[in-house]
């Protein structure tokens, strides 16, 4: 009996998913807790982030890692959602 089939056993290559993936997670915590370093600080560190996980995620959607750049591009819309909301949250409440 032979057998055709190989095994890989090669490690996975860090790729575009998974650093667009790191930047949205990063994002997230810098809009959250930013806000206590300084005024706008949740808007000045997250936001830039996040915007640059959304790139990463959408170039790493067109480049096969679809799964990766989705959640990565799914976190970064609502991290970029997260000063809009506060802003409106504030406005209402004065």
């Known amino acids: 009996m032979s057998t055709t089939g190989h095994v890989d056993v090669a490690p996975r290559r860090w790729g575009l998913g998974h650093t667009a993936l790191v ?10 807790f930013a806000w206590d ?4 600080g949740g808007v000045v560190l997250g936001v830039p982030v996040a915007i640059a996980a ?17 959640v990565a591009a799914v ?12 802003t409106i949250v504030a406005l209402i409440a004065d």
Do not use: C, K
Request: hydrophobic letters at 65%; proline letters at 2%.
């Open 54 to 70: 959304l790139l990463v995620g959408l170039r790493a959607r067109r480049e096969g890692a679809r799964t990766l750049g989705t």
């Open 75 to 86: 976190l970064a819309v609502a991290v970029l959602l997260i000063p809009v909301v506060w």
């Open 37 to 40: 370093w300084f005024a706008w």
């Open 23 to 32: 930047l949205g997670v990063v994002s997230l915590f810098l809009s959250m």
